[in-house]
T-cell receptor
């Protein structure tokens, strides 16, 4: 069974530029999560989708971050404009049930 | 804000010893508890889940849960250098079932050969 796929794996941009990340969850997993992990910290939820509806986006900085999950499968996370403090690893996870979540390899973003 | 607390370490143990990792959580009604292993530069990997009080064993790993004390731990028996990683404790946010997890900052484990 294929795992969660993410791309790109690495991205370097300058502040005020925009960037987008893509995630493809495990087949059949209706729930998809985007987490932000800053170095030395645990992952922090940005947004949760159930199929193509948003369940929780309370910690998403909506002035600069946006996310969508069209057709209830793939998802994209966008940052516009990026700030220095957005430098982090962006992790996508998916789950089938009972909260057991499986993570993709992540995208390491560096904002200069 | 729900919190999950872990000692950041590093926790150093000799090869073959038992490593004991601890975690406390603040939300008394949490129902699902997870341990993830994260190697440097890699994403978290689920290694244990536990939902009821007591012990759950899987190979060299044992998860222990005490809901009354709001405490969950992970024991690694016969520790190997390949176990050197950061171990993240994660707790669900009620109501349970496909909810986002709240993660601790992780405990860095170093197994010395």
């Amino acid at each position: 069974e294929a795992g969660v796929a993410q791309s790109p794996r690495y991205k370097i941009i300058e502040k005020r530029q925009s960037v987008a990340f893509w995630c493809n969850p495990i087949s059949g997993h209706a729930t998809l999560y985007w987490y932000q992990q800053i170095l030395g910290q645990g992952p922090k939820l940005l947004i949760q989708f159930q199929n193509n509806g948003v369940v929780d986006d309370s910690q998403l900085p909506k002035d600069r971050f946006s996310a969508e999950r069209l057709k209830g499968v793939d998802s994209t996370l966008k940052i516009q404009p990026a700030k220095l403090e957005d430098s982090a690893v962006y992790l996508c996870a998916s789950s089938l049930s009972a909260s057991e979540q499986f993570f993709g390899p992540g995208t390491r973003l560096t904002v200069l | 804000q729900k919190e999950v607390e872990q000692n950041s370490g590093p926790l150093s143990v000799p090869e073959g010893a038992i490593a004991s990792l601890n975690c406390t959580y603040s939300d008394r009604v949490s129902q699902s508890f997870f341990w993830y292993r994260q190697y440097s530069g890699k994403s978290p990997e689920l290694i244990m889940s536990i939902y009821s009080n007591g012990d759950k064993e899987d190979g060299r790993f044992t998860a222990q849960l005490n809901k009354a004390s709001q405490y969950v731990s992970l024991l690694i028996r016969d520790s190997q250098p390949s176990d050197s990683a950061t171990y993240l404790c994660a707790v669900d946010r009620p109501p349970s079932g496909n909810t986002p997890l709240v993660f601790g900052k992780g405990t860095r484990l170093s197994v010395i050969a």
